[in-house]
């Protein structure tokens, strides 16, 4: 059954020589101008929708409709644009922090995301795949070296994978194995089914994203590698030797 897995993933290609690394990542002004001009749009329309909600006869938030149209005008809509602008602006410089950069040479994949790089030596790679919208590194022993959310366009990164000699996968090739995650499952390690019940709890809430990743860490410290369904868990275990 493993052999036929390695087989699946294909065989891997011997590294190519003497060629330069290639780095990809999504762009950071982009990013913030498209934040900031979304935001400094939903800022101009703010004292329409203002005036609008005042013009029924029953409005909510009726209170802070009428201070907000209170502003004279011109200083009204510069001063919503302003505030949208620097709100959209702030949210973009969020959206750069949690957005993936991957440097791929001949030897090592490295991804960076959220002020923390991790490098992956080939030897450690036996295959590279999409799940959803999520880039996944897989080791030869079947563990998940790394799971991050992915903006980069696939067709370029999967051409660069290839350019230097990296194995893409169709699919995940152990999808098959794995169990929905119900309290109390029969065949995990002992205390993951303590982590997966704490990491349930911590995806009910978006502040908690940080726990849940760190989570998956100690699970896959204890040889479960956990993906998600929208809000189920699914996990399989690694029988290391």
Same mark, same amino acid.
């Given at each position: 059954?493993?052999?036929?897995?390695?087989?699946?993933?294909?065989?891997?290609?011997?590294p190519?020589?003497?060629?330069?690394?290639?780095?990809?990542?999504?762009?950071?002004? *982009?990013?913030? =101008?498209?934040?900031?001009?979304v !935001? &400094?749009?939903?800022?101009?329309? +703010?004292? /329409?929708? $203002?005036?609008?909600?005042?013009?029924l006869?029953?409005?909510?938030?009726?209170?802070?409709a009428?201070?907000?149209?209170s502003v004279?005008?011109? *200083?009204?809509? =510069?001063?919503?644009?302003?505030? !949208? &602008?620097?709100?959209g602006?702030? +949210?973009? /410089?969020? $959206?750069v922090?949690?957005?993936?950069s991957?440097?791929?040479s001949?030897?090592?994949?490295t991804?960076?995301?959220?002020?923390?790089?991790?490098?992956?030596?080939?030897?450690?790679i036996?295959a590279?795949?999409r799940?959803?919208?999520?880039?996944?590194? /897989?080791a030869?022993?079947?563990?998940?070296l790394?799971r991050?959310?992915?903006g980069?366009?696939?067709?370029?990164?999967?051409?660069?994978?290839a350019e230097?000699?990296?194995?893409?996968?169709?699919?995940?090739?152990y999808?098959?194995?794995?169990?929905?995650?119900?309290?109390?499952?029969?065949?995990?390690?002992?205390?993951?089914?303590?982590?997966?019940?704490?990491r349930?709890?911590?995806?009910?809430?978006e502040?908690?994203a940080?726990?849940?990743?760190?989570l998956?860490?100690?699970?896959?410290r204890?040889?479960?590698?956990v993906?998600?369904?929208?809000?189920r868990?699914y996990?399989?275990?690694v029988?290391?030797?």
């Amino acid at each position: 059954m493993e052999d036929a897995r390695h087989v699946d993933m294909g065989k891997r290609p011997d590294p190519p020589t003497g060629r330069s690394a290639t780095e990809l990542a999504e762009s950071a002004w *982009a990013i913030s =101008l498209f934040c900031a001009g979304v !935001g &400094a749009g939903i800022g101009a329309v +703010l004292p /329409l929708l $203002a005036r609008w909600l005042l013009s029924l006869p029953w409005a909510p938030l009726e209170g802070p409709a009428e201070l907000l149209t209170s502003v004279p005008e011109p *200083a009204l809509t =510069l001063g919503t644009v302003a505030v !949208g &602008a620097l709100g959209g602006l702030l +949210l973009g /410089l969020t $959206a750069v922090h949690e957005s993936l950069s991957v440097r791929i040479s001949d030897t090592h994949v490295t991804l960076t995301i959220r002020d923390t790089t991790r490098e992956f030596a080939r030897e450690e790679i036996a295959a590279l795949f999409r799940d959803g919208k999520h880039l996944v590194v /897989l080791a030869p022993d079947g563990l998940e070296l790394a799971r991050e959310h992915c903006g980069l366009p696939w067709r370029r990164l999967t051409d660069a994978l290839a350019e230097h000699g990296y194995a893409w996968a169709a699919e995940d090739p152990y999808r098959a194995e794995f169990r929905r995650w119900v309290p109390g499952s029969p065949g995990l390690p002992e205390g993951a089914d303590a982590l997966l019940r704490a990491r349930a709890q911590a995806r009910k809430h978006e502040g908690d994203a940080d726990d849940a990743r760190e989570l998956r860490g100690e699970l896959l410290r204890l040889g479960v590698v956990v993906r998600d369904e929208g809000g189920r868990q699914y996990w399989r275990s690694v029988r290391r030797g």
